[in-house]
Protein backbone atom coordinates (compact mmCIF):
# COMPACT_ATOMS: atom_id res chain seq x y z
CA UNK A 1 0.00 0.00 0.00
CA UNK A 2 1.13 3.56 -0.91
CA UNK A 3 -0.59 5.95 1.55
CA UNK A 4 1.44 9.18 2.21
CA UNK A 5 0.75 8.74 6.15
CA UNK A 6 -1.04 11.96 6.16
CA UNK A 7 -4.08 10.25 4.35
CA UNK A 8 -3.89 7.03 7.02
CA UNK A 9 -3.51 8.22 10.21
CA UNK A 10 -6.79 10.17 10.56
CA UNK A 11 -8.72 7.00 9.29
CA UNK A 12 -7.04 4.35 11.37
CA UNK A 13 -7.20 6.63 14.47
CA UNK A 14 -11.13 6.34 14.34
CA UNK A 15 -10.70 2.27 13.84
CA UNK A 16 -8.01 1.37 15.79
CA UNK A 17 -9.86 -1.48 17.05
CA UNK A 18 -8.89 -3.04 13.52
CA UNK A 19 -5.05 -3.04 15.11
CA UNK A 20 -5.51 -6.43 16.65
CA UNK A 21 -6.13 -8.19 13.59
CA UNK A 22 -3.80 -8.60 11.07
CA UNK A 23 -4.97 -6.52 8.56
CA UNK A 24 -5.43 -8.39 5.11
CA UNK A 25 -4.05 -7.47 1.97
CA UNK A 26 -6.52 -5.75 0.14
CA UNK A 27 -7.64 -4.92 -3.38
CA UNK A 28 -6.88 -1.31 -2.29
CA UNK A 29 -6.10 1.76 -4.32
CA UNK A 30 -3.13 0.30 -6.26
CA UNK A 31 -5.26 -2.78 -7.40
CA UNK A 32 -3.00 -5.35 -5.50
CA UNK A 33 -3.78 -9.07 -4.49
CA UNK A 34 -7.37 -9.43 -3.45
CA UNK A 35 -6.23 -11.88 -0.73
CA UNK A 36 -9.60 -11.13 1.38
CA UNK A 37 -12.42 -12.14 -1.14
CA UNK A 38 -10.06 -15.12 -1.79
CA UNK A 39 -10.70 -16.32 1.75
CA UNK A 40 -13.74 -16.23 1.64
CA UNK A 41 -14.00 -19.60 -0.80
CA UNK A 42 -13.01 -21.33 2.29
CA UNK A 43 -16.15 -20.50 4.05
CA UNK A 44 -18.74 -23.24 4.47
CA UNK A 45 -21.49 -22.60 1.92
CA UNK A 46 -24.42 -20.51 2.77
CA UNK A 47 -27.80 -22.55 4.19
CA UNK A 48 -30.35 -19.68 2.92
CA UNK A 49 -31.64 -19.29 -0.41
CA UNK A 50 -31.25 -15.93 -2.31
CA UNK A 51 -32.36 -13.86 -4.06
CA UNK A 52 -35.74 -14.32 -2.34
CA UNK A 53 -38.66 -12.22 -2.67
CA UNK A 54 -40.69 -12.82 0.36
CA UNK A 55 -39.37 -10.51 3.40
CA UNK A 56 -39.26 -12.42 6.51
CA UNK A 57 -41.27 -11.67 9.67
CA UNK A 58 -39.70 -11.20 12.77
CA UNK A 59 -41.34 -13.33 15.59
CA UNK A 60 -39.58 -11.36 18.20
CA UNK A 61 -38.04 -8.08 18.75
CA UNK A 62 -34.67 -7.80 20.37
CA UNK A 63 -33.57 -3.65 21.85
CA UNK A 64 -30.56 -2.67 22.32
CA UNK A 65 -29.49 -0.17 24.72
CA UNK A 66 -26.63 0.89 22.62
CA UNK A 67 -24.67 -0.22 19.67
CA UNK A 68 -23.90 -3.71 19.30
CA UNK A 69 -20.08 -4.62 18.18
CA UNK A 70 -19.51 -7.59 16.42
CA UNK A 71 -15.85 -8.69 17.32
CA UNK A 72 -13.32 -9.74 14.95
CA UNK A 73 -13.62 -13.35 14.13
CA UNK A 74 -17.05 -13.23 15.81
CA UNK A 75 -20.50 -14.59 14.07
CA UNK A 76 -23.19 -12.96 15.41
CA UNK A 77 -26.45 -14.98 14.74
CA UNK A 78 -29.32 -12.80 14.73
CA UNK A 79 -31.86 -15.99 14.63
CA UNK A 80 -34.04 -13.89 12.48
CA UNK A 81 -34.80 -11.79 15.13
CA UNK A 82 -35.64 -7.69 14.89
CA UNK A 83 -32.82 -5.63 16.49
CA UNK A 84 -33.52 -2.49 17.21
CA UNK A 85 -32.06 0.67 19.24
CA UNK A 86 -34.19 1.64 22.07
CA UNK A 87 -34.08 5.20 21.26
CA UNK A 88 -34.01 4.46 17.52
CA UNK A 89 -35.81 6.93 14.95
CA UNK A 90 -35.28 8.00 11.96
CA UNK A 91 -33.73 11.66 10.91
CA UNK A 92 -32.95 11.38 7.67
CA UNK A 93 -31.66 15.19 7.98
CA UNK A 94 -28.58 14.09 10.63
CA UNK A 95 -26.11 12.09 9.15
CA UNK A 96 -25.63 9.25 11.79
CA UNK A 97 -22.61 8.15 13.62
CA UNK A 98 -21.34 4.55 14.69
CA UNK A 99 -22.90 5.17 17.97
CA UNK A 100 -26.26 5.38 16.26
CA UNK A 101 -26.17 2.59 14.53
CA UNK A 102 -28.17 -1.23 15.42
CA UNK A 103 -24.74 -3.01 14.64
CA UNK A 104 -21.02 -2.23 14.31
CA UNK A 105 -18.89 -4.68 12.50
CA UNK A 106 -15.12 -4.74 13.85
CA UNK A 107 -12.59 -6.17 11.04
CA UNK A 108 -13.18 -10.09 10.23
CA UNK A 109 -16.90 -10.31 11.95
CA UNK A 110 -19.61 -11.97 10.48
CA UNK A 111 -22.94 -10.93 10.72
CA UNK A 112 -26.34 -13.32 10.06
CA UNK A 113 -29.62 -13.87 9.45
CA UNK A 114 -30.56 -10.66 10.89
CA UNK A 115 -33.36 -8.20 10.71
CA UNK A 116 -32.92 -4.38 11.12
CA UNK A 117 -36.24 -2.98 12.60
CA UNK A 118 -38.30 0.05 10.86
CA UNK A 119 -36.79 3.37 11.24
CA UNK A 120 -33.64 3.22 13.00
CA UNK A 121 -31.35 6.15 12.46
CA UNK A 122 -28.27 4.16 10.92
CA UNK A 123 -28.35 0.29 10.72
CA UNK A 124 -25.14 -1.63 10.22
CA UNK A 125 -21.81 0.40 10.11
CA UNK A 126 -18.75 -1.69 8.88
CA UNK A 127 -15.97 -0.01 10.38
CA UNK A 128 -13.18 -3.44 8.61
CA UNK A 129 -13.50 -6.33 6.31
CA UNK A 130 -16.95 -8.07 7.31
CA UNK A 131 -20.08 -10.40 5.67
CA UNK A 132 -23.01 -9.33 5.82
CA UNK A 133 -25.67 -12.76 5.08
CA UNK A 134 -29.29 -12.86 5.14
CA UNK A 135 -29.48 -9.41 6.51
CA UNK A 136 -32.90 -7.51 5.87
CA UNK A 137 -34.02 -3.98 6.56
CA UNK A 138 -37.77 -3.62 6.69
CA UNK A 139 -37.15 0.50 6.86
CA UNK A 140 -33.76 1.76 5.99
CA UNK A 141 -33.75 5.62 7.04
CA UNK A 142 -30.83 7.09 6.18
CA UNK A 143 -28.31 4.07 4.53
CA UNK A 144 -28.93 0.35 5.49
CA UNK A 145 -24.80 -0.98 5.19
CA UNK A 146 -21.95 1.54 5.56
CA UNK A 147 -18.30 0.69 4.97
CA UNK A 148 -15.63 2.46 6.74
CA UNK A 149 -11.75 2.23 7.29
CA UNK A 150 -9.22 1.58 4.74
CA UNK A 151 -9.61 -0.37 2.22
CA UNK A 152 -12.68 -2.06 3.83
CA UNK A 153 -13.87 -5.13 2.05
CA UNK A 154 -17.88 -6.44 2.62
CA UNK A 155 -19.48 -9.22 0.94
CA UNK A 156 -23.15 -9.17 1.30
CA UNK A 157 -25.01 -12.51 0.50
CA UNK A 158 -28.96 -12.71 0.43
CA UNK A 159 -30.85 -10.71 2.56
CA UNK A 160 -32.97 -7.52 1.38
CA UNK A 161 -34.02 -3.66 2.20
CA UNK A 162 -36.99 -1.93 1.81
CA UNK A 163 -38.15 1.55 1.37
CA UNK A 164 -34.56 2.76 1.94
CA UNK A 165 -35.50 6.61 0.71
CA UNK A 166 -31.85 7.40 0.09
CA UNK A 167 -29.51 5.09 -0.42
CA UNK A 168 -29.57 0.97 0.58
CA UNK A 169 -25.28 0.30 0.25
CA UNK A 170 -22.85 3.02 1.13
CA UNK A 171 -18.96 2.95 0.89
CA UNK A 172 -16.99 6.00 2.68
CA UNK A 173 -14.49 3.63 3.18
CA UNK A 174 -10.94 4.55 1.59
CA UNK A 175 -10.20 2.43 -1.21
CA UNK A 176 -12.64 -0.05 -0.38
CA UNK A 177 -14.35 -3.13 -1.94
CA UNK A 178 -18.43 -4.17 -2.37
CA UNK A 179 -19.09 -7.44 -3.24
CA UNK A 180 -23.57 -7.78 -3.18
CA UNK A 181 -24.82 -10.83 -3.93
CA UNK A 182 -28.73 -12.26 -4.27
CA UNK A 183 -29.73 -8.87 -2.48
CA UNK A 184 -33.38 -7.79 -3.19
CA UNK A 185 -34.36 -4.14 -2.84
CA UNK A 186 -37.94 -2.80 -2.89
CA UNK A 187 -38.49 0.77 -3.42
CA UNK A 188 -34.92 2.98 -2.96
CA UNK A 189 -33.14 6.01 -4.14
CA UNK A 190 -29.69 4.73 -4.84
CA UNK A 191 -28.37 0.87 -4.59
CA UNK A 192 -24.97 1.48 -4.33
CA UNK A 193 -23.17 4.88 -3.43
CA UNK A 194 -19.39 5.33 -3.49
CA UNK A 195 -19.02 8.73 -0.89
CA UNK A 196 -19.28 11.62 -3.19
CA UNK A 197 -17.49 14.30 -0.62
CA UNK A 198 -15.37 12.34 2.02
CA UNK A 199 -12.60 14.15 3.43
CA UNK A 200 -10.49 11.14 2.42
CA UNK A 201 -10.78 9.54 -1.38
CA UNK A 202 -9.56 6.79 -3.27
CA UNK A 203 -11.17 4.50 -5.39
CA UNK A 204 -13.67 1.85 -5.20
CA UNK A 205 -14.91 -1.20 -6.39
CA UNK A 206 -18.60 -2.59 -6.09
CA UNK A 207 -19.54 -6.06 -7.86
CA UNK A 208 -23.55 -6.76 -7.77
CA UNK A 209 -24.80 -9.23 -8.98
CA UNK A 210 -27.94 -11.86 -9.33
CA UNK A 211 -29.60 -9.06 -7.39
CA UNK A 212 -33.54 -8.28 -7.86
CA UNK A 213 -33.90 -4.10 -8.04
CA UNK A 214 -37.56 -3.18 -7.96
CA UNK A 215 -38.81 0.46 -7.85
CA UNK A 216 -35.46 2.62 -7.47
CA UNK A 217 -34.03 5.90 -9.30
CA UNK A 218 -30.61 4.32 -9.86
CA UNK A 219 -28.73 1.07 -8.97
CA UNK A 220 -25.13 3.23 -8.43
CA UNK A 221 -23.65 6.44 -8.16
CA UNK A 222 -19.79 6.40 -8.63
CA UNK A 223 -17.10 8.99 -9.08
CA UNK A 224 -15.05 8.31 -11.92
CA UNK A 225 -12.12 11.16 -11.01
CA UNK A 226 -11.41 9.26 -8.01
CA UNK A 227 -11.29 5.78 -10.64
CA UNK A 228 -14.19 4.15 -8.98
CA UNK A 229 -15.38 0.90 -10.67
CA UNK A 230 -18.91 -0.56 -10.78
CA UNK A 231 -19.84 -3.86 -12.05
CA UNK A 232 -23.29 -5.23 -12.75
CA UNK A 233 -24.15 -8.97 -13.63
CA UNK A 234 -26.98 -10.97 -13.61
CA UNK A 235 -29.77 -8.56 -12.33
CA UNK A 236 -32.93 -8.85 -12.90
CA UNK A 237 -34.11 -4.62 -12.59
CA UNK A 238 -37.69 -2.90 -12.58
CA UNK A 239 -39.19 0.26 -12.31
CA UNK A 240 -34.89 1.78 -11.54
CA UNK A 241 -34.93 5.15 -13.30
CA UNK A 242 -30.79 5.21 -13.88
CA UNK A 243 -28.30 2.24 -14.23
CA UNK A 244 -25.02 3.96 -12.90
CA UNK A 245 -24.43 8.17 -12.61
CA UNK A 246 -21.34 9.19 -12.61
CA UNK A 247 -20.47 12.38 -10.39
CA UNK A 248 -17.34 14.09 -10.15
CA UNK A 249 -16.14 13.45 -6.45
CA UNK A 250 -14.55 15.58 -4.45
CA UNK A 251 -12.88 15.46 -0.71
CA UNK A 252 -14.11 19.31 0.31
CA UNK A 253 -17.46 18.11 1.86
CA UNK A 254 -19.08 20.04 -1.23
CA UNK A 255 -21.79 18.69 -3.12
CA UNK A 256 -20.52 16.70 -6.01
CA UNK A 257 -22.05 17.37 -9.51
CA UNK A 258 -23.24 14.69 -12.11
CA UNK A 259 -21.52 14.65 -15.42
CA UNK A 260 -23.19 11.48 -16.80
CA UNK A 261 -24.60 8.58 -17.01
CA UNK A 262 -24.91 4.49 -18.62
CA UNK A 263 -21.82 2.12 -19.14
CA UNK A 264 -18.69 2.74 -20.29
CA UNK A 265 -15.12 0.95 -20.39
CA UNK A 266 -13.77 2.19 -17.91
CA UNK A 267 -15.76 2.89 -14.36
CA UNK A 268 -19.59 2.00 -14.95
CA UNK A 269 -18.67 -2.06 -16.25
CA UNK A 270 -21.96 -2.93 -17.25
CA UNK A 271 -23.67 -3.78 -20.59
CA UNK A 272 -27.43 -5.29 -20.60
CA UNK A 273 -26.61 -7.76 -22.65
CA UNK A 274 -23.36 -8.93 -22.10
CA UNK A 275 -23.87 -8.75 -18.46
CA UNK A 276 -27.67 -10.29 -18.97
CA UNK A 277 -29.34 -7.57 -16.85
CA UNK A 278 -32.54 -8.25 -17.52
CA UNK A 279 -36.43 -6.60 -16.28
CA UNK A 280 -37.68 -8.30 -13.32
CA UNK A 281 -41.21 -9.90 -14.60
CA UNK A 282 -41.72 -11.22 -11.17
CA UNK A 283 -39.60 -14.76 -11.34
CA UNK A 284 -36.46 -14.51 -9.82
CA UNK A 285 -33.90 -16.10 -12.17
CA UNK A 286 -30.36 -18.21 -10.86
CA UNK A 287 -31.69 -18.77 -7.21
CA UNK A 288 -29.51 -20.42 -4.94
CA UNK A 289 -30.59 -22.93 -3.25
CA UNK A 290 -29.09 -24.57 -0.35
CA UNK A 291 -27.66 -27.86 -0.16
CA UNK A 292 -28.09 -27.83 3.74
CA UNK A 293 -30.64 -25.36 4.27
CA UNK A 294 -30.85 -23.72 8.35
CA UNK A 295 -34.03 -26.61 9.79
CA UNK A 296 -35.95 -23.37 10.67
CA UNK A 297 -36.11 -21.46 7.05
CA UNK A 298 -39.68 -22.70 7.21
CA UNK A 299 -40.83 -20.76 10.26
CA UNK A 300 -39.92 -17.19 8.74
CA UNK A 301 -40.11 -17.91 4.96
CA UNK A 302 -43.69 -19.92 4.69
CA UNK A 303 -42.95 -20.72 0.78
CA UNK A 304 -40.04 -22.83 1.93
CA UNK A 305 -42.18 -24.56 4.80
CA UNK A 306 -42.46 -27.95 2.90
CA UNK A 307 -38.90 -27.97 1.66
CA UNK A 308 -37.32 -27.42 4.57
CA UNK A 309 -39.41 -29.72 7.05
C1 LIG B 1 -12.46 -4.37 -8.85
O1 LIG B 1 -13.00 -5.63 -8.46
C2 LIG B 1 -13.05 -6.56 -9.52
C3 LIG B 1 -13.75 -7.79 -8.98
O2 LIG B 1 -13.06 -8.32 -7.89
C4 LIG B 1 -11.66 -6.86 -10.02
O3 LIG B 1 -11.73 -7.75 -11.12
C5 LIG B 1 -11.01 -5.56 -10.47
O4 LIG B 1 -9.68 -5.80 -10.84
C6 LIG B 1 -11.05 -4.54 -9.34
N1 LIG B 1 -10.53 -3.29 -9.86
C7 LIG B 1 -9.48 -2.69 -9.37
C8 LIG B 1 -9.05 -1.44 -10.06
O5 LIG B 1 -8.88 -3.08 -8.39
C1 LIG C 1 -31.48 -1.32 28.93
O1 LIG C 1 -31.83 -0.26 29.79
C2 LIG C 1 -32.98 -0.52 30.60
C3 LIG C 1 -33.39 0.74 31.33
O2 LIG C 1 -32.25 1.42 31.78
C4 LIG C 1 -32.66 -1.68 31.55
O3 LIG C 1 -33.79 -2.00 32.33
C5 LIG C 1 -32.26 -2.90 30.71
O4 LIG C 1 -31.86 -3.96 31.54
C6 LIG C 1 -31.14 -2.57 29.76
N1 LIG C 1 -30.95 -3.69 28.86
C7 LIG C 1 -29.78 -4.19 28.57
C8 LIG C 1 -29.78 -5.35 27.63
O5 LIG C 1 -28.74 -3.76 29.04
C1 LIG D 1 -41.03 4.86 3.98
O1 LIG D 1 -40.17 5.86 4.55
C2 LIG D 1 -40.81 7.11 4.67
C3 LIG D 1 -39.75 8.12 5.09
O2 LIG D 1 -39.02 7.68 6.17
C4 LIG D 1 -41.95 6.98 5.69
O3 LIG D 1 -42.60 8.21 5.83
C5 LIG D 1 -42.93 5.92 5.19
O4 LIG D 1 -43.90 5.67 6.16
C6 LIG D 1 -42.24 4.61 4.85
N1 LIG D 1 -43.15 3.75 4.13
C7 LIG D 1 -43.31 2.45 4.41
C8 LIG D 1 -44.25 1.71 3.51
O5 LIG D 1 -42.71 1.88 5.30
C1 LIG E 1 -18.65 -12.06 -4.84
O1 LIG E 1 -19.29 -12.91 -3.91
C2 LIG E 1 -19.84 -14.07 -4.53
C3 LIG E 1 -20.65 -14.80 -3.49
O2 LIG E 1 -19.89 -15.11 -2.37
C4 LIG E 1 -18.72 -14.90 -5.12
O3 LIG E 1 -19.27 -16.03 -5.77
C5 LIG E 1 -17.96 -14.05 -6.13
O4 LIG E 1 -16.85 -14.77 -6.60
C6 LIG E 1 -17.48 -12.76 -5.49
N1 LIG E 1 -16.94 -11.91 -6.53
C7 LIG E 1 -15.81 -11.26 -6.40
C8 LIG E 1 -15.41 -10.44 -7.55
O5 LIG E 1 -15.14 -11.33 -5.39
C1 LIG F 1 -42.15 3.28 -5.49
O1 LIG F 1 -41.28 4.22 -4.88
C2 LIG F 1 -41.89 5.43 -4.49
C3 LIG F 1 -40.80 6.30 -3.88
O2 LIG F 1 -39.82 6.54 -4.82
C4 LIG F 1 -42.97 5.15 -3.47
O3 LIG F 1 -43.60 6.35 -3.14
C5 LIG F 1 -43.96 4.17 -4.03
O4 LIG F 1 -44.88 3.81 -3.03
C6 LIG F 1 -43.25 2.91 -4.53
N1 LIG F 1 -44.18 2.04 -5.22
C7 LIG F 1 -44.44 0.81 -4.80
C8 LIG F 1 -45.40 0.04 -5.65
O5 LIG F 1 -43.91 0.33 -3.83
C1 LIG G 1 -23.13 -4.84 -25.26
O1 LIG G 1 -22.73 -6.14 -25.60
C2 LIG G 1 -23.28 -6.56 -26.82
C3 LIG G 1 -23.01 -8.06 -26.97
O2 LIG G 1 -21.70 -8.36 -26.60
C4 LIG G 1 -22.72 -5.69 -27.93
O3 LIG G 1 -23.25 -6.08 -29.19
C5 LIG G 1 -23.09 -4.23 -27.65
O4 LIG G 1 -22.50 -3.39 -28.59
C6 LIG G 1 -22.67 -3.83 -26.25
N1 LIG G 1 -23.28 -2.54 -25.97
C7 LIG G 1 -22.59 -1.51 -25.56
C8 LIG G 1 -23.36 -0.26 -25.27
O5 LIG G 1 -21.38 -1.57 -25.37
C1 LIG H 1 -40.70 -14.25 -16.57
O1 LIG H 1 -39.63 -14.57 -17.43
C2 LIG H 1 -39.18 -15.92 -17.29
C3 LIG H 1 -37.92 -16.08 -18.10
O2 LIG H 1 -38.00 -15.47 -19.32
C4 LIG H 1 -40.29 -16.85 -17.72
O3 LIG H 1 -39.88 -18.20 -17.60
C5 LIG H 1 -41.49 -16.61 -16.82
O4 LIG H 1 -42.58 -17.39 -17.23
C6 LIG H 1 -41.90 -15.15 -16.82
N1 LIG H 1 -42.87 -14.95 -15.77
C7 LIG H 1 -43.95 -14.21 -15.91
C8 LIG H 1 -44.83 -14.08 -14.71
O5 LIG H 1 -44.20 -13.62 -16.96
Known amino acids: ?49 FPILEFPIAKETVVFNETR ?4 GEV ?3 Q ?8 GSCNEQAEGTDADAVFNLLPGSTIRNVIIGKHQSEGIHALGDAWVENVWWEDVCEDALTSKGLNTQLRVIGGGARNATDKIFQDNSLG ?12 FGTFYQSCGNCLNQAKRNATIQNVVAI ?19 DAQVVDVKFMVDKEIGNNVQTVPYTVGTGPDEKYALYNL ?9 GT ?7 ANPYPWLGEFWPSLANKTA
Open 69 to 72: YVQP
Open 76 to 78: FDG
Open 215 to 233: NGTRMGIISPNYGDEIRIK
Open 176 to 187: GKYNITGFVADT
Open 273 to 281: TRDRITTFN
Open 80 to 87: MKRYERVE
Open 284 to 290: VLKQYVP
Open 1 to 49: MKFSTSIALPLLASTCSAAVVKRQNGDGPQGSTDATQGDLGARPPPRFP
